[in-house]
């Protein structure tokens, strides 16, 4: 056995030349401090997008993007297809723990100043996946057509119409038209299957090749060891990394069959909206924050105010490994600690203030 | 003696004053009229308001006592010549409308009956425009106007079909308000229970204000309305339910007490579904009769359509008309019919073909009746058990959307049967039960394997979880061995 995986590697080294990677990662350390534990963060943000990637594409196998067909297929998916249910529950839970994995590993690197020099283009390319995971869950919340979805498409983006100069064309641009109609579930299918797999695996890419070629980053009060801690990367980080996995995958397992994910009502847009429409709760603490604001600040519609705010504050918070300078020359910054911890009170405070209203 | 002379003249002279202005305060208006015969003049010989002291000046103004004509129609003197358009009604509301007035006549009337008109249907402007559409001269007539109580009366119960249909029965009119409204009221009428005995004299049957109102007259669509929907069985019952009222004719009270308990009177008065029967339904409305013993099936069969042409050919017809049984009342009573259920079914005590069926006398239909009840009883047991199932699974949280939707199926079949009933046919009937039962079979199928479907899910999480654990707890061995030198240090 061992002969004939050596016959094979042989073959592919000769032609590709492996060796010199092989020795790369031979060589490749993940250092050890009392913050370790927040690397594995990235390494399960990916493996929920892996399943994601696969759930989906077996989704795909049988689902039906018009609004005349996508929630019957939604409803032949759980009850024909053999494991349909469970693809398609492990699916759904699989998408709210990628987003709040994503969370934890983007709130991780932001306390560890980990966006600090070189790792700039680390942080950038992760807070767009972010982005681009919000829009996952966005368009993906919309495809079974049902009445929840529906009406959650229609409030969210009726809030990004309301945008002064470009609110209108991105309103009518996300509908496909005027309204939410089968048009939008399609245009809402395409982003969703195509065009941000496509952008994702892109940024994706060069986020992990960022990350293999810089290393880990190190937390600034560990700089002053003596001496430090490492493990490889190969195998003893990465067989930590498929450890936690498991557990991930026991606990997905766990949620899909004691929680299978509802199908709900088929989408009917000329009924009354539900009474307690919200958004998905990684939107919620916007959407309560908005609902707080008065009808007019400073002459301005409060809401508009509201979501411009929401942007400014995201765009700040993108572009901190550039204007916390303290970080990157390896001082302490205690402003970002404090900034830090205000936002995560906020999101949860606001998230649960949101979810039981 | 000079001083008594003085008063004695001035007495006489004074009396003789006194004589002559009597003798010019004679009612001028009246006594030319009467003079010169008019039919006005006529017919106000006779008027209840002549009667009670009124005069021409009191409708028409001017000075009564004059005279000279053109002083006694002075308009100086308000006088305002023939009263048009609303000018009349206001002119009788004028006393009609004011209690106090109508007191010192001790008037018992009511006073509202202008306020009534001009909320009725009638109060609607006419094609001038300028004018409402009826005004109490319409139907109460101008001078020769009597008690209400009065056979003479346009309005006394007897006249009212007539008098209502001077305009009610003529198309050209009636074409310029209501195209849509039938003009042959009066003539179905008149081939009423309530037609004829009014036409024999008898005021106390229903004529058209008994139902429609007098001075409130609202459209039939209008949900104040008499007559609407919703109401027609409070206005029948108005006179129907009256023991005392209806005493002479000989007929039942309670036909409001039990259609209120009928499947059709708690459909209209309940859930006020005005598509429900009431009694206008069956016994007609202008030409109202009790439906005969040969045509209860077809007044049934207005809504009732396929149940009726079942019945019409099914072997019952013939003998129910041998016997000379009233179709679908036999069974289902008239004024009272429940919602029906399957133990009217069968040859049970609560069954109605056992009123005819016994096993000794007509065996043949008895068995049949038996089967037929048998079946149905199947199909409600393993629709209730399929139904049961399906909500176990449910509430399981499995996806079973499919079963309730066939489910329907079922019920749909004995919907069905219930209607197959009718044809009284035992293979008719089985073709209409056999696939309802074969859907709620299916369903059962259906649920129970999604049933046992969540306890395969179970079963596998566990198998699933096991296998996992094994393989993390083997992968965490693993690492620790691989690891048991302690950390790399660079």
Redesign the interface.
């Known amino acids: 056995m061992k002969t004939s995986l050596k016959k094979i590697y042989t073959w592919i080294n000769s032609r590709v030349e492996l060796d010199d990677l092989v020795q790369f990662m031979g060589k490749k ?1 993940v250092p ?1 401090n009392r913050h370790s534990v927040w690397y594995y963060f990235g390494g399960v943000s990916l493996f929920l997008f892996i399943i994601q990637v696969v759930t989906g594409i077996l989704l795909l196998m049988y689902y039906k993007g018009s609004d005349s067909l996508a929630f019957e297929s939604i ?1 032949f998916i ?3 297809v053999q494991f349909g ?2 693809i398609r529950s492990i699916h759904s839970w699989a998408a709210n723990l990628f987003i709040l994995a994503i969370f934890v590993h983007m709130f991780s690197v932001f306390f560890t100043k980990a966006y600090r020099a070189p790792r700039e283009m680390t942080w950038l390319t992760g807070m767009v996946m972010l982005l681009l995971a919000f829009g996952f869950g966005f368009s993906g919340y919309l495809l079974p057509w049902n009445e929840l979805a529906f009406f959650a498409t229609r409030v969210g983006t009726d809030i990004a119409g309301i945008l002064p100069v470009i609110g209108k064309p991105m309103l009518t641009f996300l509908r496909a038209g005027e309204d939410v109609t089968g048009a939008t579930l399609s245009r809402f299918f395409g982003i969703h299957v195509a065009i941000l797999p496509g952008i994702f695996i892109v940024f994706l890419s060069i986020h992990l090749l960022l990350v293999q070629r810089q290393g880990m980053s190190e937390p600034l009060d560990g700089h002053h060891d003596t ?6 990367f190969f ?2 980080f990465l ?2 990394d ?2 936690l996995w ?2 991930v ?2 606990v997905l ?2 949620l899909a ?2 929680f ?1 994910w ?2 709900g009502k088929k989408a009917d847009a000329f009924a009354s909206a539900p009474a307690g429409i919200k958004p998905e709760w990684y939107f919620l603490f916007m959407y309560q924050t908005l609902k707080y604001l008065p009808a007019h600040i400073l002459s301005m519609d409060g809401e508009v105010l509201g979501v411009l705010l929401f942007g400014a504050a995201g765009a700040l918070w993108t572009l901190v490994p550039f204007w916390d300078k303290k970080s990157s020359r390896g001082e302490r910054n205690r402003f970002i600690n404090y900034l830090g911890l205000f936002v995560v009170l906020f999101i949860i405070v606001l998230t649960i203030i949101g979810w039981l209203a | 003696m000079k001083h008594f002379a003085y008063i004695l003249s001035l007495v006489i002279i004074s009396s003789g004053l006194v004589f002559s202005q009597a003798q010019t305060r004679v009612d001028q208006c009246v006594s030319c009229h009467n003079d010169l015969e008019t039919p006005e003049a006529k017919l106000f010989q006779h008027d209840i308001h002549r009667m009670k002291g009124l005069s021409c000046a009191d409708c028409h103004g001017g000075n009564r006592y004059a005279e000279d004509m053109d002083q006694a129609m002075d308009k100086k003197a308000g006088y305002i010549g023939v009263p048009k358009g609303d000018q009349i009604s206001s002119m009788c509301a004028k006393c009609h409308g004011d209690a106090e007035k109508m007191k010192q006549y001790h008037s018992s009337l009511p006073t509202n009956q202008f306020e009534n008109l001009k909320e009725s249907v009638h109060g609607r402007l006419d094609l001038t425009g300028n004018a409402r559409i009826a005004q109490c001269s319409t139907c109460h007539n101008a001078h020769g106007i009597v008690s209400v109580k009065n056979p003479a009366s346009p309005v006394y119960p007897l006249n009212i079909p007539a008098t209502c249909a001077k305009c009610h029965a003529n198309p050209t009119y009636m074409r310029t308000y209501d195209p849509s409204l039938p003009v042959d009221q009066l003539e179905k009428y008149r081939t009423s229970i309530h037609g004829i005995r009014n036409k024999k004299g008898d005021p106390k049957p229903a004529e058209c204000a008994s139902c429609h109102g007098s001075h409130d007259i609202k459209s039939v669509h209008d949900a104040k309305s008499s007559v609407y929907p919703l109401n027609i069985p409070a206005t029948c019952a108005h006179c129907h339910s009256d023991a005392a009222y209806m005493k002479q004719y000989g007929i039942p009270t309670d036909q409001f007490e039990k259609y209120s308990l009928s499947v059709h009177g708690v459909a209209l008065l309940k859930k006020h579904d005005i598509s429900a029967p009431a009694c206008n339904s069956c016994h007609g409305n202008h030409g109202a009769v009790p439906p005969g013993v040969e045509s209860i099936s077809k007044v049934c069969g207005t809504c009732h359509a396929l149940n009726a042409d079942l019945f019409s050919s099914s072997p019952h017809k013939k003998a129910f008309d041998e016997r000379k049984l009233p179709e679908c009342e036999t069974c289902h009573s008239n004024h009272e019919i429940l919602t029906p259920t399957e133990k009217m079914l069968g040859t049970t005590a609560d069954a109605v073909c056992s009123r005819c069926h016994t096993e000794k006398e007509n065996p043949k239909g008895f068995i049949a009746a038996q089967q037929m009840r048998t079946l149905m009883d199947s199909l409600i047991h393993e629709e209730a058990k399929a139904k049961m199932l399906v909500n176990e699974a449910e509430q399981r949280g499995m996806e079973v959307s499919d079963a309730e939707y066939k489910l329907r199926d079922a019920h749909q079949a004995l919907l069905q049967s219930r209607t197959a009933v009718h044809a009284f046919n035992e293979e008719k009937f089985a073709e209409t039960v056999k696939p309802g039962l074969a859907t709620a079979a299916l369903v059962e199928g259906e649920a129970k394997g999604a049933v046992e479907e969540y306890y395969f899910r179970r079963m596998g999480l566990g198998v699933a979880t096991l296998i996992i654990t094994i393989l993390a707890v083997s992968l965490f061995l693993y690492i620790r061995r691989l690891e048991k030198n302690g950390k790399h240090k660079v």
């Open positions: 350390y050890i409803q759980m009850s024909k249910w469970l001496e430090r801690k490492v493990m490889p195998p003893n067989l930590r498929l450890l498991l557990i995958l026991n397992a766990i069959v004691f299978p509802e199908l």
